[in-house]
């Protein structure tokens, strides 16, 4: 089974797949979608069809999206809401099951302390997946996404082949 974990973002959208084999992991892809600045729309249309793009190229089986995190400033996270909402429209419109967790669910599944920081979700991630190289901090995140939707998979027994 492929797992396509998605961190979403305006600006930086990471992304990362991996395999899952009974107990075992391993790296497949990961790397970033860019929208530049200037009007929203043609930014979402450039994350949709980068995510699009992703999802043919990989082919995976499930995805998982992290959940937004609210902050103070409200116009900013109604933008991140948007392009979580193209991180939850394209893997859905191509038949994927999508799970959503919370930073800290994400956190304390592939590091064991819901308030990790991100240094430490990386050397996991590391540990987890021998031999990756992240294209980005936001890849790192996504790789993290995804391997703990599998965990999550894994403990709800659903076969999860390769």
């Not at 043919?56 to 959940?67: F, K, S, W």
């Not at 400033?73 to 933008?79: I, N, Q, W």
């Not at 996504?142 to 659903?158: E, K, M, S, T, V």
Request: charged share 20%.
């Amino acid at each position: 089974m492929r797992v396509l974990g998605i961190d979403p973002g305006l600006r930086n959208m990471g992304w990362g797949v991996i395999a899952v084999d009974g107990s075992r992991l391993r790296h497949v892809a990961n790397g970033v979608i860019h929208s530049e600045g200037g009007d929203l729309g043609p930014r979402l249309v450039a994350l949709y069809r980068g995510l699009c793009a992703v999802i043919i190229a990989h082919a995976p089986d499930a995805a998982a999206v992290e959940q937004t995190f609210v902050n103070k400033d409200a116009v900013g996270t109604l933008k991140l809401g948007q392009a979580r909402g193209i991180a939850l429209l394209a893997p859905a419109e191509a038949g994927l099951a999508v799970g959503e967790y919370a930073p800290n669910a994400v956190k304390k599944t592939v590091v064991g302390v819901g308030h990790a920081a991100k240094e430490q979700v990386q050397h996991m991630v590391r540990i987890q997946l021998p031999g990756v190289q992240f294209d980005s901090p936001d890849a790192a995140d996504a790789l993290a996404i995804a391997i703990c939707h599998a965990r999550h998979l894994q403990g709800r027994n659903i076969r999860v082949v390769a």
